[in-house]
Structure formats: C-alpha cells, structure tokens
C-alpha cells in the first residue's frame, strides 16, 4: 500500500443503506478512500456496486448512514454537488450526444462558465498531458468504444477531480488499450488523487489496485490487499462458493459449413465507418468460431450483414444452412434457424422500456410461436421468459420487469438465453459478456459450448482475447475491414493474435494488408 | 429545501394514469386566474364550463356529437405517435375527407340514388384521407423530408381546395350566393340515433374504432411493431420490423380515420359541404391523442372532456360574455401541462432536505 500511515481518509462512507421497497441494495457498506491509492470495488451483479457509487456520486440518496469528504460531514444532492467537492465518474454507459462533436460534448458535460474556445483548447492539452489522443471536432458517432470511452475520461479529468471513479472501464478495450489506461490511472494515482475502480477482471484488479472492496448481496465482505490474494479467493469472495471452470465438451466437431461467408465486400452505410473487404469464412456445425480485433474495423458492419439488418450484394455472400441467404429480412434468417445476439443489450438487443415478455417477443415473433394469425400470444411469450430465468438464473424483482431495470449481466442472461432457448442452427453473437461479471459470463459462455455441441455453428465476436481463448475452437481477426484465414486455437498466441489485430505485417497479416490494398485502392 | 427531478428505475404505472388528472387540476387553476383576471368570478365560470353543459340532455348528446371527430382523429394520431411519427395534419385530412365524400353527395343529389350512397361516400372519405395522408408520408420516406411541416402545411391547400369547391363549382344554385353545397339528400345522410336529436350513427363507429385500436396495440404484432419502433428504433430495426413501412402504415391509418370523421362530419351534423365544418377537430385531435396517453380507451375519455370544452365555451360566451377563443387559449395550457406532467412517469420529484455543505449555489 501507498497509504502513509496517519493518512485521512478523502472520502469515508459509513454505514451507507439503501433500500428499495423490501430489497436491500447496500447495507451498512463501511468504505474508506484515500488518496494516492487506486481501490477497487468488487461484486457479482446485484452485489451493490452500482448502487453504492451512485451515492458516492450523488446520483440517489442514501437510506441511512452518512459521507464523510475530508473528514466532514456532506450531503451529496446531485452529481453536480458531486464534482463540485472533486469526484468524478466514468460510466460503464456513456452518457455522450452521438451527433455532437467530442468538445461539444465535453461542454455540456461541464459546470463552469468557461468560453467554448478556450474549453476546446484546455481539453486538447489534457488528452496530450495524459497520452489520450482525441480530435476536438470529431463528432462522437464516429468514434469508437474505446475513444468514447476517453472522451468520458477527458471531460472528468478537466474537473481536476480528487476521486475518480471508474465503473467497469475496461470492459470495453483490448489488452493494449487497458495497457493504456492502467498507465494512466498510475499516473493519476502518482499526482495524489485517489480512484475507486470497479472492475469484474480480477486479474486486472490484483495488477493495478492497491486495495480492494468486495460485495456481496449488499453488504461488504471484506477489504483486503488483492496483491496477497489469489484470483480464486477473491472470486470465491465475491460470489461465497467457488465458481465452475467452463468445462470443454470434447469429441464434437462435424465438417458440415453451417454458416458461410462468401467474399463479402460492403460499402459502410455511414461515410465513416468500415469497408468490409472480401470477407470469407466458415463455420461447421459444433464448432465455436472466435474473431478478435480492436473495436472499430468492421465487427459491427460484420454483425449488422450477419443478421440481416444490412442486405449484402449477393444472396450467396452469406449462406446459411445452405440457403442463400444474403439479401434475405433478418426475420427470414431467424426462420432459416438463425439467431443473433447484439453488443449493445440496451436499445439494440432489448427496447429498453419494455416489459422481458415483450423483449421475448422482439426477436421470437419470427420463428417461436409466440404469433397466431397476427395477435400475440402472452402466455408464450411469458413462458419464455420463465423458461430464460430458470436455465440461465435470471435475477429481477418481479415476474416480468422492464428490460432497463435488470442489472447488465442478467440483461445479458437474458439476450443470449433467449436465443439460445431457441436451439438456433446458427449464433451470431458480438461481445457476448461485455460488461458481465465472472459468474454470469461463465454461464453464459458454457452455454455457448453447449449449443455447439448440440451441432450449432456459434460466431464469436470478441474483444476479449481470454474469452476466445477460453472458449474458440478457431480464431479470426479483424482489420481495417479485412478478416484473416482462420488458426486452431492452438496455434493463436497472444503475440500472434496482437500482431493482427494491430494490423501488423507479421505472416498472414501481410497477406491482409496486401489483399485490403488491392481491394482499396 | 431543494427540488429534485430523479429517473424512476421503472415507469410509474399509477403516474401514468393520475398524471392527466394533474394536468387538468392545473389547467383548472390556471383557467380560474384567467377569469379572475377576466374580472369573472372564477366558481361561476368553471361551473359555466364544466358542469352546466352536464346538466342538459341536449348539450350532452352535443358533447358526444362533438367527441366523435375528436376520438376517430385522435386514435388515429395516436397510432402515429406512439410510433414517432409526427402528423400534425390530421386537419387537412378531415377536410379532405369530407370533400371526397361530398363529391359523391353533390354529384348523385336530387338523382334519387339508393342506399349506396352513404356507404360509398365513408370509403370515398376515408380513401381520400389516408391517401392525402400519403404525401407527408412518402416525402418523408422517400426524402427525409419532415413529416411535421409537409402534414401541417397540407391542412391550407386543403382548405384553400375546399373553399374553391363550395364557392365555385360545387355551390348550391339556389343558395342565395352563400359558399355551401345543396342539402345532402337523406341516402347520403348518416342516421340519427334518436329521433329530433343530432347524435347520428358516427359515434357508434368512434367507439368501434376505439375498440379495433385497443385489439391493435395491445394484443397483435402490428400494434407491438408501432410501439417498438416508437420506444427503440435499433432494436425495432433488429427484431425485424420496417420503419419506413410504418410511416406509411400510420399516415394511412390515421388519414383514413380523419377523412372518415371528416365525411361523417358532413354528412352528419353538418348536413352539407361548407367552410368552417371543423373547429379545429384535427388540432384539438392532438391534445386529445397526448391528454389519452396515446390509450384508445383514454382518447375516449379525453374526447368527451375536450368536447365538453368546446360545449362550455359557447354557454361561456353567451351568458359570461368571454370570447370563444378561450377555449383555444384552454385548449393549448391543457396540452402544455399534459406534457409536463408526462415526465412524472419517468421522474420522480424529490424533496432534499439540506444543501451539501462544500457545495454551494450548485442546481
């Protein structure tokens, strides 16, 4: 620890409870921050996490118990009381106009009365000083996660916080951005400034904080210096019983292509976005097919002409289950026995402010049963979402609550199971557990090994290299819109798959490059 | 003490059906002011307004009378709403709507046709309507063009349209110059319901409407389609469901709803084609559609309470002396705290008792 003995705390929460109706989100949470330290907080979903720095933040109110900022009683009204005392937060979602520029974004998130062009050059210094690139103009739709992510970053930096707060921050970046942002946040560390960080990657947290909190079931567990605990005790920790390894069916594997991608090129919809270029692939049935990359070369462009959201030029570019069916209705490649699962669970995946049973509906109107001559059947519908929260242990308040209320992993239970409880022939899924804490992405990522060895083709689009290590059979990536041959598992190195990623002239990424500039130019 | 508007984690169910009732307490209040001002006694005005016309049999079959356009349009307008889709224009197809219906009417008068007539003219009106409705829709689809300026500025080339047929060709050669059609004949009528009254026929198909909406939205795929295009356009786009279809869809729907009302208008109350058959239905149809929470059931309700508006501004005008625009001056404060109050759904109001201390003069 960095703590100097006979150090104040900056920040103590005493007793802190929140209560909503008969649940207790936090209970009596006792939590100490002090600066010069980097201390993260630790839970499943539903364990308090958010609902704790939320109050740290001013979002709601406190129940009962009391902030203490530098020793002296606060009341924290809003998040604007907030950042007015120095606490700044990233949030897991980010809270960014898409149509506005990155400065203008970055003022509307500030409080002072600074000019727009003095502000503008105040946020280009800070992103040089901290080595976080951003063009002030740029508008934020073309971004990606990852320079959203910055900008969320920059504008909390340029409130020259004492307390950053970080809500799962590299949920969304690749080793080499979260490389990044740990240099970062030692730096910050380094100036003094105390950072809770909120985190499911446990390696992660025994690597960068100094020390940690755990939750579970609203109340804290324990405080601990993660560096003398070893991933198992922490997890066995935060969830109180050990978690299950993913278990590998072996012997499945057939050599029937499920899913065929045909020298797919596509032209963006949006002028910025990314070509595809002569994209091919295969995916047998009982094969789980992994593609990394950094975020922002085409997985999106990928999935939209996957599912059907985009046509692609030619019925064969895409074939599935041996139909052509590339210029089909993503609800006819749901009939065909396809399915999909989108990365964002939240206005893409689920509407947002409906009901699970309508959300059942969303994606099971097309091939489920769930429609008789035009009017809906509710009990099915409903049915399906009980069937979804028993196998994938879906946590929520009542029977059928609205999709925003379910905290981001058992939202996310709730996507891929409604999918999978369809026994599609063919799964598309884009960063299947984006955001998702330990137990939830295990159950959802041994769901995937099972559909395949049930014979399905499953496509994995994935930032998170340890997640396609853990469960690929084969792995592509991802570049600049082009996709490379795909390698068995085995032979995908960290190094290897680095290389690709960053576009690299390293064997087969000299053939992608070559192959991209012959498409492109 | 301090303010503050907090996001529910849920929509409140109770808001969502107290939050109109809000509105019009406020609007209540507000118009008491405005009387007061008026130098009225504010008690006896509001019982003018809202209760008197409740006393009659005669001013509430108006009431009714007056409902029918505004539930058929609203219901109509909601459909469009809910799925964002902003026709403002429901006027124009009202309009149009009563004038192809009265085509028919003008063209068969006094030739001793049959019962056809009535039945052909409802078609004609509610063709004409989605068709009209068509224009907003397609510029839209087709240019991006936006759906709110093309809908409204269509209801004055609807008017203008209209005001030339009746002085023009379509007026009644024994009119006495007057801008208005002959008579309609009786086939080309709509009944009335009791014998000496004006309630007619129409309101029986407002609450068939109402009853197809409710059907619609709560219990097909189409109705959910409208709400899931509204409420998340990427995730409507994902389950499969065509936006651009559905602008269509909706401005079909509700111009035909608005030129049905519009030719039962006509062919109603009204008796024959003129300037002035709506008081603004098409406008009102609006408030009518948001004060309803864009719920068939609650248009209905809303419906009967704003024609009860429309009904108590002309006893206010005749025995208060207060000008008829008063009612639009109502009209407009209702939707205003409509509006307002709808964020209560989604936001609670909270009451913080202490200002933080290392904060100060933050909002």
Known sequence: ?????????????????????????????????????????????????????????????????????????????????????????????????????????????????????????????????????????????????????????????????????????????????????????????????????????????????????????????????????????????????????????????????????????????????VFLRGVSLEVKGGEILGIAGVAGNGQDELFATLSGERVSRHADNVIIDGHAAGQLSITERRRLGAAFVPEERLGHGTAPRMRLSENALLTGHAASGMVHHGFIDRPATLASVDKTTNIFDVRKARRDPEAVSLSGGNLQKFIVGREILREPGVLVVSQPTWGVDAAAAAVIRQALIELSGRGAAVLVISQDLDEIAEIADRVAVMFHGHLSTPMLRADATREKLGLLMGGSSAGQAVEAMEASRAVGA | ????????????????????????????????????????????????????????????????????PLVMIGVGLSLCYLANVWNIGAEGQFTIGAVAGSWLAVHTNGTGAGYWVLPAMLIMGAAAGALYAMIPAICKVRF???????????????????????????????????????????????????????????????????????????????????????????????????????????????GALAGLAGIIEVAGPVGHLQPGISPGYGFTAIIVAFLGRLNPVGILIAGLFLALTFIGGEGAQISLKVPLDLTKVFQGILLFYVLACDSLIVHRIRLIAAQPKAAPGTA
């Open chain 2, 1 to 68: 003490m301090q303010l503050v508007l907090e996001r529910r984690q849920e929509r409140s169910a109770l808001v969502a059906i107290v939050s109109p009732l809000i509105a019009i307490a406020l609007t209540l209040v507000t118009m008491a002011i405005l009387f007061a001002l008026l130098g009225k006694n504010p008690v006896t005005a509001l019982i003018v307004y809202f209760i008197e016309p409740l006393t009659d049999a005669y001013t509430l079959q108006e009431i009714a009378v007056k409902a029918t």
């Open chain 1, 1 to 273: 620890m960095r703590r100097v003995p006979g150090d104040q705390p900056l920040l103590r929460a005493i007793g802190i409870t929140k209560r909503y109706g008969t649940l207790l989100a936090n209970d009596s949470v006792d939590l100490d921050l002090y600066p010069r330290e980097i201390h993260a907080l630790l839970g499943e979903n539903g364990a308090g996490k958010s609902t704790l720095v939320k109050i740290i933040y001013g979002l709601i109110q406190p129940s009962a118990g009391e902030l203490q900022w530098m020793g002296e009683k606060v009341v924290l009204s809003g998040p604007s009381a907030a950042r007015a005392l120095g606490i700044g937060m990233v949030f897991q979602h980010f809270s960014l106009f898409d149509n506005l520029t990155v400065a203008e974004n970055v003022a509307l998130g500030l409080d002072g009365a600074e000019g727009f062009a003095a502000m503008s050059a105040r946020l280009a210094q800070v992103s040089r000083d901290y080595g976080l690139p951003l063009d002030p103009k740029r508008e934020v739709w073309r971004l990606s996660v990852g320079e959203r992510q910055r900008i969320e970053i920059v504008r909390m930096l340029m409130q020259d916080p004492k307390l950053l707060i970080l809500d799962e921050p590299t949920a969304v970046l690749t080793p080499q951005e979260a490389d990044q942002l740990f240099v970062v946040l030692e730096r910050l560390r380094g100036e003094g400034r105390a950072i809770l960080y909120i985190s499911h990657k446990l390696d992660e947290v025994k690597r960068i904080s100094d020390s940690a909190t755990i939750l579970r079931g609203g109340k804290k567990v324990a405080t601990c210096n993660p560096r003398q605990e070893t991933a198992s005790s922490l997890a066995r920790m935060m969830v109180g019983a050990d978690i299950g390894e993913v278990k590998v069916t072996g012997g499945r594997g057939t050599t029937v292509p499920r899913l065929v991608i045909n020298d797919l090129s596509l032209e963006p919809e949006d002028p910025h976005g």
């Open chain 2, 144 to 254: 991006g063009a936006s759906e709110i300026l093309t809908s409204l500025m269509l209801v004055y080339v609807a008017d203008l349209f209209m005001d030339y047929l009746v002085r023009g060709p379509w007026r009644d050669p024994k009119g006495m110059n007057f801008p208005t059609t002959a008579e309609f004949d009786p086939v080309a009528t709509v009944p009335t319901l009791i014998d000496g009254s004006r309630l007619h026929a129409g309101a029986i198909l407002a609450l068939i409407v109402v009853m197809l909406a409710t059907v619609m939205l709560g219990r097909t795929i189409k109705g959910f389609e409208i709400r899931v295009v509204g409420a998340a356009p990427r995730a409507a786009r994902f389950a499969g469901f065509n936006s651009s279809q559905l602008v269509i869809f909706t401005f079909a729907v509700s």
